[in-house]
């Protein structure tokens, strides 16, 4: 039972030690490994995220895995990261594994139900968004999109041009 609260003084140490190193060390892999893996996050993105997270925690609080096990997990992580992305930006297979397409949710103010239900939105969602845009007309916008990283673009009727950024329906 006293081990439960305080086990001894090296433990207490390394983490000391080994937090802060741990720390500045997983931010330099970010700052190296660019914008992309702190953006607003698709799935793979999130996932890297949370297991830099979790290796984060497993070298702070293990004593069986030393610094330099998890700087190379860090570094290991970031580079599939990498890897992964640069290649989905060059094979069309790869990133359509990997990202998913934005979808139009409503299109010259009507609500598309089927893409709500395939996407798992709520018409609510869907005017919450709209009235984040600044607008209070459903019938007044050309489209609601639901972008690859789970946020809303809102586009009204008159800022729409030719439509060419639209996603095919």
């Known amino acids: 039972m006293d081990t439960m609260l305080f086990e001894s003084f090296y433990g207490l140490l390394r983490l000391l030690i080994v937090g802060p190193l741990a720390y500045f060390l997983l931010i330099a892999v970010l700052r190296v490994s660019g914008k992309r893996t702190l953006a607003k996050m698709n799935a ?3 996932v890297v995220t949370v297991a830099l997270g ?10 069986d895995v030393a610094l330099a096990e998890g ?5 290991v992580l970031a580079a599939l990261q990498f890897a992964i992305a640069w290649a989905a930006q060059r094979a069309s297979p790869i990133e359509a594994a990997i990202k998913s397409k934005p ?7 009507e609500i598309d139900q ?6 798992r ?3 609510e969602e869907v005017a919450a968004a709209i009235r984040k845009g600044g607008h209070g007309d459903v019938g007044a916008m050309a489209a609601v ?5 789970g ?15 639209f996603p095919d329906r």
Do not use: N
Request: aromatic share 6%; proline share 2%; charged share 25%.
């Open 44 to 46: 793979f993105d999130l």
């Open 54 to 63: 979790s290796t984060l925690a497993t070298v702070l609080l293990s004593k």
């Open 71 to 75: 700087m190379l997990a860090f570094v």
């Open 103 to 109: 979808r139009v949710l409503l299109l010259d103010g």
């Open 114 to 119: 089927q893409a709500l239900l395939d996407e």
């Open 121 to 123: 939105v709520t018409q």
């Open 145 to 149: 999109v639901l972008e690859t990283d």
């Open 151 to 165: 946020s809303f673009s809102v586009i009204p009727r008159g800022d729409d041009g030719d439509r060419s950024a």
